[in-house]
């Protein structure tokens, strides 16, 4: 059974940094894709970050490009999410996510099989 498990969420100040993991277990397929989605009450979930298994290749969402990055720990079977120049915008419920689909770009919510809890990021003075 697939379990993605979020942590690392808080509160920060705008500028600040935070970094985010996501421990993931049960995989059965060596190829499969982890995103960073976040979400705000009232709007849609949207995509922020994500890196693939098999050749570790890494796309963005344009409103973190030089301030969010993700990498992956294969030994420890964590994804992370490392976030700086935080600023306001990005306070949201943020998820970890993932797909076994070949994609070729920062992922769609619809096509994200499993999901984690969530973890919530507050930026504010």
């Known amino acids: 059974q697939v379990q993605l498990v979020e942590s690392g969420g808080g509160s920060v100040q705008p500028g600040g940094s935070l970094r985010l993991s996501c421990a993931v277990s049960?995989?059965?397929?060596?190829?499969?894709?982890i995103g960073w989605f976040r979400q705000v009450p009232g709007r849609e979930r949207e995509g922020v970050a994500s890196v693939s298994s098999m050749d570790g290749s890494t796309y963005y969402a344009n409103s973190v490009k030089g301030r969010f990055t993700i990498s992956r720990d294969d030994v420890e079977k964590t994804v992370f999410l490392q976030m700086n120049s935080l600023n306001k915008e990005d306070t949201a419920v943020y998820y970890c996510?993932?797909?076994?689909?070949?994609?070729?770009?920062?992922?769609?919510?619809?096509?994200?099989?499993?999901w984690g809890e969530g973890t919530l990021v507050t930026v504010s003075a």
């Open positions: 996510a993932a797909t076994t689909l070949i994609t070729m770009d920062l992922p769609d919510s619809g096509i994200m099989r499993y």
């Open positions: 049960g995989f059965s397929s060596e190829y499969y894709v």
